[in-house]
């Protein structure tokens, strides 16, 4: 139960940084601490339901892994925008152009 809202806490403080800041980089730790505490709510849910302790972390494995390559994809973007405009908020675009 504890669990429960501790991983609710992490994913509001998430939801929060990414509803109120207008830093690219906010934007993106923010998005990776919800992305967090969902995946310890879904591993410890399956471990609560009595799933294998092996295949619950290998899920938990294999969502970290994904959230690593959509973080770093995401780090990209934002350090291209920063070379290209100099601009490290959002309110600052204006519009997209290839």
Known sequence: MILTVGCAAAFALGLYAVLTRRELVALVA?????????????????????????????????????TAAESAVGLALV????????????????????
């Open 30 to 66: 923010g998005a990776e601490l919800m992305v967090g505490a969902a995946n310890v709510q879904l591993v410890a849910l399956a471990l609560s339901r009595g799933a294998d302790p092996a295949e619950a972390s290998a899920f938990g494995l294999l969502v970290i892994a994904a």
């Open 79 to 98: 350090v291209t925008a920063w070379r290209r405009s100099r601009r490290g908020r959002v309110d600052e675009f204006q519009e997209v152009t290839g």
